[in-house]
């Protein structure tokens, strides 16, 4: 008896503020093992969308590169993770007729749910986006029965309602050729709520409804689940990024000395304290040392989680989710640990 080919999956996560892939091999008990990992800091890419191609291109190579020699394997293909506020989604109802000659219901098989899935894909979206997802979230049979899984049932009819999500075409074609470019071939396109919800959230807080939140450096990526479906994904174009720039322009200073303020000493909530605390910035070249206070470092990061905040609320209520969250609200990514 020969042994099977070893499997190896890999992903390419192309961030705002940071590029990494990450190399695993499928194990004999069906889970994955990580046998390769590389980061690096981004270039050319904004708001979760690649802006220089050369530059993000170089940036690929480099971390394709390193966890390919870390795994000790080629690297062929990838699965990439893509958001941005390019990214559309929204939620659309098809149906198909199932009854036989004699008009009676038949029973529902695979191939009658692929047919109203394709039929999902010819959903009306704007002539510059592409559909990448197209996920069922409720089937109805002869108009009275709902379903989660109807193969096996019968009916005359078949319904259901899709969670629809599209990307901008130029922006799709643009990171394909990035990636065409560092001498690998995208295999799936993955939108950034989904893999996160996958790697994070377990069956039952999805069943019990749950909302992952998930702030990035370019956008902050929402998903919500409710009895194990997706209900609804939005990306936000704000991240922690911004808050950089924020802290950049409200104290006068580089960016790098932004960066490394709202990582040591950033916080989301500002507490007045009886007590003003400062912190020194030794000043490069002609520049003088600058004396920060901490209390305004804080209520500038405030302002920006505050507003970044709000429109997560919004997109909640947008849902008509938001009564059925019994998990509550996970959040993730560089920007929750200013939370």
């Known amino acids: 008896m020969t042994d099977k080919p070893k499997q190896f999956f890999t992903a390419l996560d192309i961030g705002t503020s940071k590029i990494c892939a990450i190399v695993a091999e499928k194990t004999d008990n069906n889970k994955l093992k990580i046998i390769g990992f590389s980061e690096t800091e ?3 890419v904004s708001e979760g969308m690649i802006q220089n191609l050369i530059k993000a291109t170089a940036k690929i190579k480099e971390v394709v590169l390193k966890a390919s020699e870390m795994a000790n394997l080629k690297i062929k293909f ?3 993770g893509i958001a941005g506020k390019h990214i559309r989604s929204f939620s659309t109802h098809h149906s198909i007729g199932l009854q036989n000659n004699e008009n009676e219901p038949i029973e529902i098989n695979q191939s009658h749910v692929k047919k109203l899935e394709h039929r999902s894909k010819m959903a009306v979206i704007p002539t510059n986006h592409k559909i990448i997802h197209s996920m069922p979230q409720k089937y109805t049979i002869d108009e009275d029965h709902e379903s989660v899984d109807p193969i096996g049932e019968f009916g005359k009819k ?4 899709f969670h629809i999500i599209s990307a901008n075409k130029v922006d799709i074609k643009i990171m394909e050729e990035s990636i065409r470019r560092s001498d690998i071939i995208c295999r799936n396109l993955i939108l950034e709520p989904i893999a996160s919800s996958i790697a994070l959230l377990d069956e039952n807080d999805k069943e019990d409804g749950i909302c992952l939140v998930d702030i990035g450096g370019g956008t902050t990526d929402i ?3 409710h009895d194990n479906i997706i209900r ?3 990306v936000i174009p704000l991240g922690g990024d911004i808050v950089t ?3 950049k322009e409200g104290l006068g200073l580089p960016r790098h000395h932004a960066e490394a303020l709202k990582i040591k000493f950033g916080k989301a909530l500002y507490v007045r304290r009886p007590v003003k605390e400062f912190v020194k910035i030794k000043g490069e070249g002609q520049r003088e040392d600058k004396k920060i ?3 305004n470092l804080y209520k500038i990061i405030e302002a920006r989680m505050e507003e970044i905040f709000e429109k997560v609320h919004q997109e909640i209520l947008n849902s008509g989710m938001s009564e059925k969250l019994s998990a509550g609200i996970v959040i993730t990514g560089g920007g929750s640990q200013l939370l």
């Open 78 to 80: 990838v699965n990439v």
């Open 223 to 225: 998903s919500i689940f």
């Open 245 to 247: 720039q924020d802290i």
């Open 232 to 234: 609804h994904t939005a």
């Open 42 to 44: 981004s270039e050319g």
């Open 158 to 161: 078949l319904e259901a309602d």
């Open 293 to 295: 206070s901490l209390d």
